[in-house]
């Protein structure tokens, strides 16, 4: 028997064409992220593994279960990373700090140790913005915009911001002992795992889908928002109905990684078959720059996520792959059609040709299967400095000068 390998379970591989959508999501993301003034910075995608289990905070779910965690020959214990935040925050600490204010857009792949499903992956993206130094609630109805709008280009259709505020650290002190107290006096009803996070972590038992008619009746944080927090929460809001961005009130939401503080939210696409699944997810954390060894500095981010957008995404058109598929229809003119492929090029046109020395019609099939816009034919009328172009959706066909040709490809 032949052994046959296969990617591991719960990851992908993206083939073409599908591989040019994803290329063209990072590619809105990354123009989007920018005309937002936020700037790309890239980091390891292995970490020390206390940065996550502090950072991230040790009674989640992402860190007691979910962490692609190994030794490394130097003993080092590193892990791969399940989310960018903390990473940001490490690079920034790391470079001395925020001075005033910071904008800064990461994209890439994200491990977690789930259950595989659609759109829950072991390996999955994100596209991510943080927005350093500012305390202001404009800066989280900024980044909640940001969201919004990189799912309004992707037509992702019917999307609602759910949101919520969980306070300030002191608030939640005081909600958390208040949570604990109720979830303590109903704990036989609850089940097993919501029993043993009440003295871990109660505000995690409002996540679980289990208990979820218990805790629908059960006290919720943006209930008891001290007025500093309230205020932040009741600017925020303010600032996306100004920005028409439809959202909803979700006092249960209480997102699953521990470094968040007052505004919280999650992205739902509304029409979406699996819309208990958030395409994003973001907060503000004020206290994760301390945590990590750095001076207190406010914070709010969001990350994307990519494999679920590009399930939700509407579909679009496929766009050619090539802007032109030199057929070489004389054998003769095999070096002519070389050239001319070199040239087109050279001017930045998207061009390739078949090598095997095929018939025609095996070119123009080629032609097909790699989605070319154009077939540029090399053939008799060489001779007279021309060549036939033909478009592959229409079959529609001219005879054009080889001089011009690159500005007339380009002109279609
Ligand atoms: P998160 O909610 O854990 O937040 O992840 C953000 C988004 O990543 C989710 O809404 C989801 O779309 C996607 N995602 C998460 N896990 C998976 C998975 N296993 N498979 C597919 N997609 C997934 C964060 O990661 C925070 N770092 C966001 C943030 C940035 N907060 C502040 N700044």
New binding site residues.
Partial sequence: MPVTYRAPKGTDDVLPPESRAWLRAEKTFIDLAEVFGYDIVLTPHFEATELFSRGVGEATE?VEKQMYTFTDKGGRSLTLR????ASLVRAMVEAGGVRGTEKIAAWGP?F?Y?KPQR????Q?Y?G?I?YFGEPSPDADVEVIEFGYRYLEEMAVPDVVVALNSIGDVEDRAAYRNLLTTWLMERQDDLSDDARNRIASNPMRVLDSKADADIVAEAPAPVEHLADAAAEHFTQVQRGLRRLQIPYRIEARLV???D??NRTVW??LATSYEGAQ???????R?DGLFELLGGKPTPA??????I???MLMAGKRADQPALDAFVVIADPNRRDAGLDLVSELRRRGLRTDLDLAGRSVSAQFKAADRAAAAWAVVVGDEWADGKVTARNLATGEQETVAVEGIEAWLKGR
């Fill in positions: 992402v399940p989310e960018a935040t994200m977690r789930e759109g829950r992956r072991r999955f994100q991510d943080e997102r699953g990684l470094y968040y999650e992205y699944d958030a395409a994003g997810g973001g907060g954390y709010v981010g969001v990350a994307m996520g494999d679920r957008i």
